[in-house]
C-alpha cells in the first residue's frame, strides 16, 4: 500500500508556471504508476498526466501536452508536474494516484490510492 501527499498548488497569474510534487510513503513506490488528475469547479474529475514505474513512459491530455512535464525520481519517492504558461482553464483541485499497473492509463477508475489534493488557480 502507499500513501500519497500532494503539495506545490498556489495561485499564479496566466502564463506562469507551478511544480506540484506527490510524496509517497512506503518502499514499493517504484511498483507504482502514477497519474495526476484535476477536477474543477463544477467539472467532472479529469486526467491530466501519467508516469511508468521506471519514468520511462509517460502520458498526456492533450489539453496540456507540450504545457505540463511529469517526471519521477524513485530514488526519493516522489513524482513532479512542473507545469508551464499556465491558463485559468488549469484551474482545478490537482490529485495524484497510484495504479499498480505497469503501463499508466488515463482511467480514473484504474487508480487504486488518491492523494488529498492540492488547489492551483491561474487568473487571468
Known amino acids: 500500500q502507499v500513501q500519497l501527499v500532494e503539495s506545490g498548488g498556489g495561485l499564479v497569474q496566466a502564463g506562469g508556471s507551478l511544480r506540484l510534487s506527490c510524496a509517497a510513503s512506503?518502499?514499493?513506490?517504484?511498483?507504482?504508476?502514477v497519474g495526476w488528475f484535476r477536477r474543477a469547479p463544477g467539472k467532472e474529475r479529469e486526467f491530466v498526466a501519467a508516469?511508468?514505474?521506471?519514468?520511462?513512459?509517460?502520458l498526456y491530455a492533450d489539453s496540456v501536452k507540450g504545457r505540463f512535464t511529469i517526471t519521477r525520481d524513485n530514488a526519493k519517492n516522489t513524482v513532479s508536474l512542473q507545469m508551464n504558461s499556465l491558463k485559468p482553464e488549469d484551474t482545478a483541485v490537482y490529485y495524484c494516484?497510484?495504479?499498480?499497473?505497469?503501463?499508466?492509463?488515463?482511467?480514473?477508475?484504474?487508480?487504486?490510492?488518491w492523494g488529498q489534493g492540492t488547489q492551483v488557480t491561474v487568473s487571468s
Open positions: 494516484a497510484g495504479d499498480l499497473a505497469i503501463v499508466p492509463g488515463s482511467a480514473a477508475s484504474s487508480y487504486g490510492y
Open positions: 512506503g518502499r514499493t513506490f517504484r511498483n507504482y504508476a
Open positions: 508516469i511508468s514505474r521506471s519514468g520511462g513512459s509517460t
